[in-house]
Nanobody
Framework: VQLVESGGGLVQSGGSLRLSCVAS????????MSWYRQAPGKERELVAA????????HYADSVKGRFTISRDNAKNAVYLQMNSLKPEDTAVYYC???????????WGQGTQVTVSS
């Protein structure tokens, strides 16, 4: 099983980044997919989630209206489009796959996002 994130980097405040996560080794379409982030000295927090049925989404209040999560089941991929980035968005961003009914979940290795002021 692998979740491989990409797309992180250094961007100025107000800029945009698009994170990608490509999955392998499990049936991607059966899993809810999420992005979490962890800033230095802080707990890991949920940023956005997209559910396997109907594609409904959920966002943390801090990113609503700025971030968009999407998935492409044909490509086993989930994306996070991040616009109007702020310095407080600086963190390591992790991809997460979850299928709670069978107690199965996986984490990616993380990708660093740094927003300069």
């Amino acid at each position: 099983v692998q979740l491989v994130e990409s797309g992180g980097g250094l961007v100025q405040s107000g800029g945009s980044l698009r994170l990608s996560c490509v999955a392998s080794g499990f049936t991607f379409s059966n899993y809810a997919m999420s992005w979490y982030r962890q800033a230095p000295g802080k707990e890991r927090e949920l940023v956005a989630a997209i559910f396997r049925v109907g594609g409904s989404t959920h966002y943390a209040d801090s990113v609503k209206g700025r971030f968009t999560i999407s998935r492409d089941n044909a490509k086993n991929a989930v994306y996070l489009q991040m616009n109007s980035l702020k310095p407080e968005d600086t963190a390591v961003y992790y991809c997460h796959a979850d299928r709670p009914l069978i107690g199965s979940s996986y984490w990616g290795q993380g990708t660093q996002v740094t927003v300069s002021s």
